[in-house]
């Protein structure tokens, strides 16, 4: 008890901390719309030249497509967590966390949490209103364990992109800047994750080594599953998976602290 209400204090100081920036969350979404009204021209475009479907999406599935995008990315990923563990680190802040009960792993995860629940709250509305203006091209799922299944393979797409980023953040107890890493996994996350174009487009055998790789699994897989474009053995196999990465990668984040906290040179703080 006396260790949940400790990581609950930390929660609710993430919140107020959070809601200071609240405006910057509003305008970050709102022209975060922008690539999306692009992404529909293209589409519209391509659809109209070729004149039919395209792998089993239509343009109205293409347009829902990137909405879930858009959604599920405000939900689950992180934003500017690995600066902030950067500075920590660099700072020497993260001293104070060496001297008290308290897991820097777990600090940041509160952090992280408090974060999401922040963005969702400002952004839901211009995210709603977008679908809104795009009803007719939502479609529901016909089954009712559809809704549970992506619903897991969400809170581990989470998971997944937390401990990433966190594992990215980790680099910074060897070198002083962790932009270009940060940028490069960034770029493998839009490209490979689904935000560009959905994974199911490629050629059978580029799917079948994306299905292997963490990236798969941060955005594109809960969509997938949503959009019932993975059913049945497939998407229980995409779920095993995607649980192999998470526990994978949660046990990487660790490591990546206690390697650091060797090389750890303690400054300021």
């Not at 990581?7 to 920036?21: E, P, S």
């Not at 049945?232 to 206690?258: D, H, N, P, S, Y």
């Amino acid at each position: 008890m006396i260790t949940a209400a400790k990581y609950a204090a930390v929660f609710k100081l993430g919140l107020q901390n959070t809601f200071v920036y609240r405006w910057n969350y509003v305008l970050r979404a709102v022209f975060g719309l922008i690539p999306l009204a692009g992404t529909v021209f293209l589409w519209r475009a391509v659809f109209a030249e070729k004149g039919g479907g395209m792998q089993g999406y239509t343009y109205g599935s293409m347009v829902y497509y990137y909405l879930l995008m858009i959604l599920v990315s405000n939900l689950v990923t992180p934003t500017e967590d690995e600066w902030q563990i950067a500075a920590d680190i660099r700072e020497g802040q993260i001293n104070s966390f060496l001297t008290k009960p308290l897991s820097y792993l777990a600090y940041r995860f509160c952090i992280f949490l408090s974060g999401r629940l922040v963005y969702t709250i400002v952004t839901i509305l211009p995210i709603a209103l977008i679908f809104f203006y795009f009803r007719d091209y939502v479609r529901l799922p016909s089954e009712l364990s559809t809704y549970f299944f992506a619903f897991v393979s969400l809170v581990m797409s989470g998971l997944i992109q937390f401990f990433i980023s966190y594992s990215v953040s980790m680099m910074a107890f060897w070198i002083l800047e962790i932009s270009t890493v940060v940028f490069i996994v960034y770029s493998f996350e839009y490209f490979l994750g689904g935000q560009m174009f959905p994974i199911d487009l490629m050629p059978a055998g580029f799917q079948a080594v994306m299905k292997w790789l963490p990236f798969y699994y941060e955005l594109f897989c809960p969509i997938a599953i949503f959009l019932e474009r993975l059913e049945g053995a497939e998407m229980f196999q995409a779920l095993a998976i995607q649980t192999f990465w998470l526990v994978a990668l949660w046990a990487f984040a660790r490591f990546m602290w206690k390697r650091g906290l060797s090389h750890y040179q303690a400054v300021g703080g």
